[in-house]
């Protein structure tokens, strides 16, 4: 029997059972990527296809796909797609908020991040960028006090408005990092973020991959709640 890899919605294969194996162990095939067994339609964690392979110790290294010592929290699991859909409708502030619960679970599997604190620090600019804008519009100024104030706070809004997009990027960078250690040390999937992904689309992209990892944990029997 063959499987067919797919990864980031590209397919790639078919490999014989002793392939993925060793592709496993080589890194090239993630445990994170799904795999479709030949005449069947259904896709399923590469972990699990792994499960059911008898693999030889020197082919696929055992902490490759061992479970971890500690049972951690399961990450945040709502789907990538409604989080977006959420997003959208509240104008931005489900995401902002979907942010935080991101970094509160990191904080706790990985208590060392920084993540965390960078997220607060650029909360807090948010909401200061948030009331400058809303001050302008419902305490419009004279003509004269005007002329003496709207440069200086033209000039320091945007410099607010600066400090929050440099970290939101400085944020989603650390989170990267802490993710990948953790799911390349105490839960051990070899999770790989691209830093165009990161950059771009930041929550949406790990909550994507949150997604998958759970699959894994629930076919492992892995699962934990909060």
Not at 116 to 135: A, M, Q
Not at 195 to 218: C, S
């Amino acid at each position: 029997m063959t499987y067919t890899i797919s990864r980031d919605g590209q397919e790639f294969g078919p490999y014989s059972l002793s392939d993925v194996q060793r592709y496993v162990g080589t890194g090239n095939i993630l445990l994170t990527d799904l795999a479709r067994a030949e005449g069947t339609t259904e896709w399923l964690p590469v972990a699990q296809v792994v499960g059911t392979i008898a693999v030889a110790p020197a082919a696929v290294p055992t902490a490759a796909y061992a479970a971890p010592t500690t049972q951690y929290p399961d990450p945040p699991n709502l789907h990538w797609a409604l989080v977006l859909l959420i997003g959208i409708f509240t104008c931005g502030l489900f995401m902002i908020i979907w942010d935080l619960i991101q970094a509160l679970w990191i904080k706790k599997v990985q208590p060392d991040t920084k993540a965390l604190t960078y997220y607060l620090i650029f909360l807090g600019f948010w909401i200061l960028n948030l009331v400058c804008s809303f001050g302008r519009i419902a305490f419009p100024m004279s003509y004269r006090l005007a002329n003496h104030v709207a440069a200086p706070l033209a000039g320091l809004s945007l410099l607010v408005s600066l400090a929050v997009l440099v970290l939101m990027i400085v944020y989603r960078f650390v989170m990267r990092s802490s993710l990948e250690r953790h799911f390349n040390t105490a839960e051990p999937v070899g999770l790989t973020l691209g830093p165009i992904m990161t950059f771009f689309f930041g929550d949406l992209y790990f909550q994507y991959h949150f997604n998958r990892i759970n699959e894994i944990k629930r076919a492992a029997g892995l699962t934990r709640p909060y």
